[in-house]
Structure formats: C-alpha cells, structure tokens
T-cell receptor, first 112, second 114 residues
Framework: SAVISQKPSRDICQRGTSLTIQCQVDSQVTMMFWYRQQPGQSLTLIATANQGSEATYESGFVIDKFPISRPNLTFSTLTVSNMSPEDSSIYLC?????????FGPGTRLLVL | AQKITQTQPGMFVQEKEAVTLDCTYDTSDPSYGLFWYKQPSSGEMIFLIYQGSYDQQNATEGRYSLNFQKARKSANLVISASQLGDSAMYFCAMSPSGNTPLVFGKGTRLSVIA
C-alpha cells in the first residue's frame, strides 16, 4: 500500500485568494490524481498529474483555476486560485499502487 | 463511458447484523476493476476491497466481501457482524486499469444502530 499525506488538512480562506495543497507519497508513483468532493456529493476528478508532463484536466476544470505541479514521482501540488464560496470542498489526492488506488486524508477547504 | 449506480442513499443496520450495499455498473471496457471505499465523517477515503473483472472468486477482506455478479453487472459490498464504527459513507467505484482514475457512485450512508 501507499501512505499519502496532505497539507493543509483544513483551511478557511477569503474569497479571491489562492491556496496550494500539497500531496506527498511514501513511494514513487507514476500517476497521481486530484479529486474534489463538494458538500454532500461524491468525488469528481479534477485532473491527472503525470510526472514530467502537463496535467490532464477533466471537463469543467481549467489550468488557470486549478494549476497543478508534479516535480517528482513522490510529490504534487494543487492550487485553487481566485477562490469563491463554490470552491468550498474536500480536495483529495490519490495514487495507484498494485491494482488499488489509495487516497490522502484530504484537505477540507471553506471559502468565506 | 463508465457509470456506477448506488441506489440506496441511506441504510440502517443493527449492530452485529450483516448488511449488503448495492452497486451496479456499466462499462464497455473488456477488463476493469471495482472498488469500495469507506468515508467516515473525518473525510478520508479508506480503501476496503478490490475485485478484478477477471477474478474467478469473490474478493474478501476480513468482515468485507464483494458479491460480484458479472452478468448482472453488480458488485455489492457485504459487511458482516456490523460494528458501530462502520457508520460512514460507502462509495463504489471502478476503473479500466490501475493507472486510470476512478469513477464513483453517489454513495450510501450506513448507520449502525446499537
């Protein structure tokens, strides 16, 4: 299994500001995924982050709003830019390891 | 495109009883994986069990078992001997391979009653 940590675990932010979420894995992985879970909803994929290439974004998510970095095989960041209250969600990173996908503990974001 | 359907928004079960959470799926991929995750109120996603589409036997992990019926495209989760700590949201998910993202169902909220 993979052990994943995320920082911060939670934050309260003002609208118009940006927040960068970090995801660290204890082993090297090719693919990392970022998901968003809005209140009372299921998980929605934001983007897939492959080391050494640009992230691939899902429909409805754009790089200007959710820039992603993947500098090496154990680390990735997701930035939520120019935040609005609609961005209040849990943001989760996940990695694939041996036919299973594991998730970080999530970042609970509240935008006022 | 892949789709996961969980038709039970909420379920109640008595402590120590068994409970089945339903999951049906739709895909045109010849091979795929099916997953169940538990999400307690803390928000973390806890991996419970995995079933590959070509696995001959149903997956089991401790008190969790996956009732996989390929012809019916169903992958129900069975929790035996429910405990109060099992109260949480449960999500069924699938992907065509380990390195592709998951598609999730809407989830089922399980409440275990003492």
């Amino acid at each position: 299994s993979a052990v994943i940590s995320q920082k911060p675990s939670r934050d309260i932010c003002q609208r118009g500001t940006s927040l960068t979420i970090q995801c660290q894995v204890d082993s090297q992985v090719t693919m990392m995924f970022w998901y968003r879970q809005q209140p009372g909803q299921s998980l929605t994929l934001i983007a897939t982050a492959n080391q050494g290439s640009e992230a691939t974004y899902e429909s409805g998510f754009v790089i200007d709003k959710f820039p992603i970095s993947r500098p090496n095989l154990t680390f990735s960041t997701l930035t939520v830019s120019n935040m609005s209250p609609e961005d209040s969600s849990i943001y989760l990173c996940s990695v694939a390891s041996a036919e299973t996908q594991y998730f970080g503990p999530g970042t609970r974001l509240l935008v006022l | 495109a892949q789709k996961i359907t969980q038709t039970q928004p909420g379920m109640f079960v008595q402590e120590k009883e068994a409970v089945t959470l339903d999951c049906t799926y739709d895909t045109s991929d010849p091979s795929y994986g099916l997953f169940w995750y538990k999400q307690p109120s803390s928000g973390e996603m806890i991996f419970l069990i995995y079933q590959g589409s070509y696995d001959q036997q149903n997956a089991t992990e401790g008190r969790y078992s996956l009732n996989f019926q390929k012809a019916r495209k169903s992958a129900n989760l069975v929790i035996s001997a429910s405990q109060l700590g099992d109260s949480a949201m449960y999500f069924c998910a699938m992907s065509p391979s380990g390195n592709t993202p998951l598609v999730f169902g809407k989830g089922t909220r399980l409440s275990v009653i003492a």
